[in-house]
């Protein structure tokens, strides 16, 4: 069976976005970018929300090869350019031209808890979730998130989106670590209840 990951970087006082969902409010360094290339090449599937998608598929498709970018960023491209992309959206439309379109699949929200259970059912590697708090909150209370993976960073919003919205869920912890190099903290949770 597969398993489904989740990565979020967090505030120290357990924000995944600052007011308005600033995203830049976070506590990111390289040591977020270092992992999230560790976690996507143990993955053959990104599933995300229409936000997050619409996000990556702005930004990282074209780094591959842009000759501005670093090493990382390149590698990071090439990898979500490699992956299977599912979205979990009832509005998000794509055109044939648009990058990612021949290896994305859009989910509508109602099916999201079949289309999951089924992945996970199927050989493959780790699916993988960044971003997308919405979607994985929904499938982490469904019992549908094998891992959670929280990026903690040494900031406090004290205002923003919280990272958790839904009933109280147990977790199981499996490790914490230092990223080499960063000063964010991995906490890593076994997550599935079913």
């Known amino acids: 069976m597969r398993t489904l990951v ?3 970087i967090v505030s120290l006082d357990g924000f995944s976005a600052g007011p ?3 995203l830049t409010a976070l506590p990111f360094d390289e040591g977020f970018n270092a992992y999230g ?3 996507l090449r143990a993955a053959d599937t990104e599933l995300t929300g229409r936000t997050s ?3 990556f598929r702005g930004h990282w498709p074209g780094k591959a ?4 970018a670093d090493e990382l960023e390149r590698e990071i491209s090439r990898e979500h350019n490699a992956a299977r992309q599912v979205v979990i959206s009832d509005s998000l439309m794509i055109g044939e031209e648009e990058p990612w379109s021949a290896t994305t699949t859009v989910v509508p929200r109602a099916k999201a808890h079949t289309t999951v259970r089924e992945m996970l059912a199927a050989e493959g590697m780790e699916i993988l979730v960044f971003g997308s708090r919405t979607v994985w ?6 019992g549908l998130v094998s891992e959670l993976h929280l990026l903690v960073g040494p900031k406090l919003l004290g205002d923003g989106v919280p990272v958790f919205s839904g009933p109280p869920t147990p977790l199981r912890l499996l490790e914490t670590r230092r990223l080499d190099g960063s000063s964010l903290v991995l ?3 076994g997550a599935r209840t079913i």
């Open 37 to 39: 290339l560790e976690r």
């Open 6 to 8: 989740v990565c979020s």
């Open 187 to 189: 906490h890593r949770y």
């Open 20 to 22: 308005g969902g600033d």
């Open 65 to 68: 090869d842009d000759p501005s």
């Open 137 to 142: 909150n929904d499938l982490l209370t469904a």
């Open 53 to 55: 998608y619409e996000m």
